[in-house]
C-alpha cells in the first residue's frame, strides 16, 4: 500500500540502507513530539501504528485515530481504525469462490455501466493450490504421481477458471498444485518482512502484512509479519482497496522463558500453549509473545505456535523480529540486499527484539516455561483438549465408555487381523503446522530408522501418509537418508498439500471401512495437523488425536490408541525383545546435527527458483480468455453467484425482521466445518443428489472444498456435516430439521427452500463460541443463501462474525448469563426481531418469541455490529454489494 497524501504528524522521512534509499513513515517522530512512548506499545501495535500513519487519507484514516493508537494503553476506550494490508494470500478452496465472486463482480460492474477493469486487485494477491490433492494411494512408491494424476482429472475446470483470473486480473499469481502449502510457502518464500516496493522514481518500505482466506494465515506471525485470516469475502474487498474495519485490540502478553526439555517438542508446545490460551480466553484479541524463552525457540518452532492461533482464538499469535529472523530469512535463501533492508528497517523502527528488550504494556499477561512442556497429544475432537502421552490411555478408556467390546475378524490385501474400538486407521504425517519445521519431520524419519532397525512394521489396518508442505522437506529427507526409512513404514510420499488435516484423507480399505460402520467401532487417527473437529479427518473415525510427527510415526507402529507409549512397547524387535518408545527417540543433539547436515540453503533457492512454474500438465492447460469469464451453463464446478442479481445502485432501507422462523438449534463449539464442511459429498445428500441431477457419477463429485466455485451444491451442504446435532431435530445427526409449523422432519436444505417459497425469514440459534475454526466464507455465505437473516449466538468466534457481517446476515448475542435455555424457548416460536431498522453498533435488539400457545416472550440482544463501517456493511446486504456501489 503505497505512502499517501496523509502525513499530519510529519513523521515522513528517509532511510539510506546501503546505495538504496527508502522513504518510511519514521515512528520515533511521534516520540519527539510527545504523541506516543514506543516502549510502552506492544511490538504488533507500533506496526499497526506505522499503517496507520502511512495509510492516513482523511476517509478511513484520521489524525485522531493515529493519536489514539500512539497513545494506546491498558484499558484504553474502544477506538474504530481501518487496517490496510500489503498483500492478501489465498489457497484454492477459498481462492476459487473468491475469484468466483471477483469475475461475478466485473459482470455486474459492466451491466451497472462501469468499466469491469477496474475490478482489479490493487496490491500483490497470492495464491498457492493446496487444498485439493487428496489421499486415494499410499503406501507406494508412485503414490505421489497416482493422487496427483486424480487431483488434475478432478479438477482441471478449476485450475482452468485460475489460470484465466491469473491472466484477466493484475498483481495476482497462482502457485500451482503439487508444490507445497500456502502457509508453508508463505514463510519459506513468499514473505517480504519489510516490503520494498516502487513509487514512481521513489522506493517505498514498510512492514509486510498479509490477510488471508485460511485462518492459519497467523503462521507468517513467526517471522514478525503482521497478518492473520479472513473470510473470503472480506480479503476480496481488500484487494479492492476497502480496508479492514476494527476496533484497536487488546494484546495479551505471553512470556517465555527456559527451554525445551529433552523428549519434548515445538508440537508439544503449541498444544500446552493452545490449552492455556483457551482457558485465559483470547478471541479477537492479540497474543504476543515476549522474553529470552523467544531466543531458543526456532522460526519453525515460533511457526508451529503461530500456525495454531485459530484453535486458541486470537487474532494473532506474534512474534517479534529478531537475530533468529534475519538467520532464518538468510538460510532460507532471501537476498543479502533485502535482509539488509530488513534489519535497518526493523532498528530504526524500534521493531527489532533482543533479550535485553523491556516489557512493553499488556492488557493481560500470562507465562509459560518451557522446561515444563512435556510429551503431548490433544483430542479426541478439540484441538484444545490436550493430554499428557502418559495420561493418553486412560483419557481414551473415557472414550470408549459405553462402546460395545468387540473384535472384528478383518482380511486386506492378504492381511488377516482383529479391528476394534482403539485401532489407529489413519496415521498422517501432514499440515504445515508441523511439516515447516525442519527438526520435527528429520525427528519423526530419525525415529523411522530406530523402528527399521529394531526390525518393527507398521500395523497393516494403517493408512499411512507423508504429506510435507513444500518439497524442500523431501528433498533434506533424501539428503538425511532417511526417505527409505518412512518408505519402509509405508510412509511414502502422497502429495504437497494440506491432505488430512482439511480431511483430504482418501478412502479407507472396504474391508476396514465396513467393518467399522457396520460394528459402529470408534476408529482413531492421529494426524500432525493443526485440527481435529468430529466429521472433519474422515466420516468413518470418530476420535482424532494431534500429535508431533514423531508420535505419528510411532502411533503406526503400534496401531492403537488405548496404549500408554511412556510404558508399553511399540513392539517386539527381531529377537523377541520389547522396544520402547525412549529406546528409537532421537536426543536432540541426533536431530541437531542431521538438521545441520541435511539442510541446505540450496534447497531452498532451487525449489522455489521455479514455484509458479508447474508440471506438464498444468502449462499444457487450455485457458479460458477474456476481460468478462464465459460462464458455461453446463459447469458443475464454477458457476455466476446470485450476489448481485437486481441489485440496485442505492441499497434499501434497514428493516425490521417479522415472522421469523428457526431453522437449526445449535450447541457450544459448533464450528465451521460443522457449518460448511469440507470433506466428502454423501450420495444421498442433498448436495450429492443435485450432481446426480446434473450428470456428475459418484465417483467424481469430488468434494465440497473443490465445488466452492458452485453456490448450488454449497447451498445444499451447508449444515449438512455428518456430526451436526440440530437440537430441534432431536435424535437426528446430520443435515435434518423440523419444518415449522407442524414439525415434519426434513433436510435443512429442504425446509429453507420451502421457506423461501412462502416468503418467512429464517434466524439460527446457537451456543458459545459459534463458528470456530476454519475462515471459510461458505460458513456464511451458505447461511445468508438459505435464507436466514439473523444468528442468535452465546458468543462467536471472530472470523466467523465478520464473515455473516459480510454476507449480510446479523450476528445477535444473547446478554450475558442468557441463552435460549434460561429464556425458556424451544425453537418452535415465530420471532420479531425489532431495532434493525435504526441499527447502530453494538445496539440491544429487542426480540419478541410467539409460542404455538399465543404466549409472548420478549427478551433484549446485543447487535454484534461493531464499527460504524459494519453498520455500512450490513445496510448495503455486504460488504461486496457495498465496495461495488462505492465503485460505481
Known sequence: MAINAGNSFRTRDKLNVGAQTFDIHRLEFLEKQGVSDLAKLPFSLRILLENLLRCEDGRFVHAEDIRALAGWRPGALEKEIAFMPARVLLQDFTGVPAVVDLATMREAFARMGGNPKRINPLFPAELVIDHSVQVDSFGKGNSFG????????????????????????????????????????????????????????????????????????????????????????????????????????????????????????????????????????????????????????????????????????????????????????????????????????????????????????????????????????????????????????????????????????????????????????????????????????????????????????????????????????????????????????????????????????????????????????????????????????????????????????AYALTGRMDVDLTTEPLGNDTAGKPVFLKDVWPSPQEIEATVRAAVTTAQYSKEYAEVYEGDARWKSMPIPQGVIYKWDPKSTYIKMPPYFENMPRTPPALADIHGARVLAVLGDSVTTDHISPAGSIPVDSPGGKYLIASGVKPHEFNSYGARRGNHEVMMRGTFANIRLRNQLAPGTEGGWTLYLPGSEKMSIYEAAVRYREAGVPLVVFAGKEYGSGSSRDWAAKGTRLLGVRAVIAESYERIHRSNLLGMGVLPLEFKNGENRETLGLTGHEVFEIEGVSDLAPKKPITVHAKADDGKLKTFSVIARVDTPEEVSYYHHGGILQYVLRQML
Open 146 to 553: 497416482l493422487n496427483a494424476e486424480l487431483e488434475f482429472q478432478r479438477n482441471v475446470e478449476r485450475y482452468a477458471f485460475l489460470r484465466w483470473g491469473q491472466k484477466a486480473f493484475n498483481n495476482f499469481k497462482v502457485v500451482p498444485p503439487d508444490t507445497g502449502i500456502c502457509h508453508q510457502v508463505n514463510l519459506e518464500y513468499l514473505a517480504r518482512v519489510v516490503c520494498a516496493m516502487p513509487s514512481g522514481s521513489r522506493m517505498e518500505a514498510y512492514p509486510d502484512s498479509v490477510v488471508g482466506t485460511d485462518s492459519h494465515t497467523t503462521m507468517i506471525n513467526a517471522l514478525g509479519v503482521f497478518g492473520w485470516g479472513v473470510g473470503g469475502i472480506e480479503a476480496e474487498a481488500a484487494m479492492l482497496g476497502q480496508p479492514s474495519s476494527m476496533l484497536i485490540p487488546e494484546v495479551v502478553g505471553f512470556r517465555l522463558h527456559g527451554r525445551l526439555r529433552e523428549g519434548a517438542t515445538a508440537t508439544d508446545l503449541v498444544l500446552t500453549v493452545t490449552e492455556m490460551l483457551r482457558k485465559k480466553g483470547v478471541v479477537g484479541k492479540f497474543v504476543e509473545f515476549y522474553d529470552s524463552g523467544l531466543s531458543s525457540l526456532s522460526v519453525p518452532d515460533r511457526a508451529t505456535i503461530a500456525n495454531m492461533s485459530p484453535e486458541y482464538g486470537a487474532t494473532m499469535g506474534f512474534f517479534p523480529v529478531d537475530a533468529e529472523t534475519l538467520a532464518y530469512l538468510h538460510f532460507t535463501g532471501r537476498s543479502q540486499e533485502h535482509i539488509a533492508l530488513v534489519e535497518a528497517y526493523c532498528k530504526e523502527q524500534m521493531l527489532f527484539r533482543t533479550d535485553a528488550t523491556v516489557a512493553p504494556l499488556f492488557n493481560d499477561t500470562l507465562e509459560l516455561d518451557l522446561g515444563s512442556v512435556e510429551p503431548t497429544v490433544a483430542g479426541p475432537k478439540r484441538p484444545q483438549d490436550r493430554v499428557a502421552l502418559r495420561q493418553a490411555k486412560a483419557s481414551f478408556a473415557k472414550v470408549l465408555e459405553g462402546a460395545p467390546v468387540k473384535n472384528i475378524a478383518v482380511r486386506n490385501n492378504g492381511d488377516s487381523f482383529n479391528l476394534s474400538s482403539g485401532s489407529v486407521v489413519i496415521a498422517a504425517i501432514t499440515s504445515c503446522t508441523n511439516t515447516s519445521n525442519p527438526s520435527l519431520m528429520l525427528g519423526a524419519g530419525l525415529l523411522a530408522k530406530k523402528a527399521v532397525e529394531r526390525g518393527l512394521h507398521v500395523k497393516p489396518w494403517v493408512k499411512t501418509s507423508l504429506a510435507p508442505g513444500s518439497k524442500v522437506v523431501t528433498n533434506y529427507l533424501a539428503a538425511a537418508g532417511l526417505t527409505p526409512y518412512l518408505e519402509e513404514l509405508n510412509f511414502h510420499l502422497v502429495g504437497y498439500g494440506c491432505t488430512t488435516c482439511i480431511g483430504n484423507s482418501g478412502p479407507l480399505s472396504e474391508p476396514i471401512g465396513a467393518a467399522i460402520k457396520d460394528n459402529n467401532l470408534i476408529a482413531v487417527a492421529v494426524l500432525s495437523g493443526n485440527r481435529n473437529f468430529e466429521g472433519r479427518i474422515h466420516p468413518l473415525v470418530r476420535a482424532n488425536y494431534l500429535a508431533s510427527p514423531p508420535l505419528v510415526v
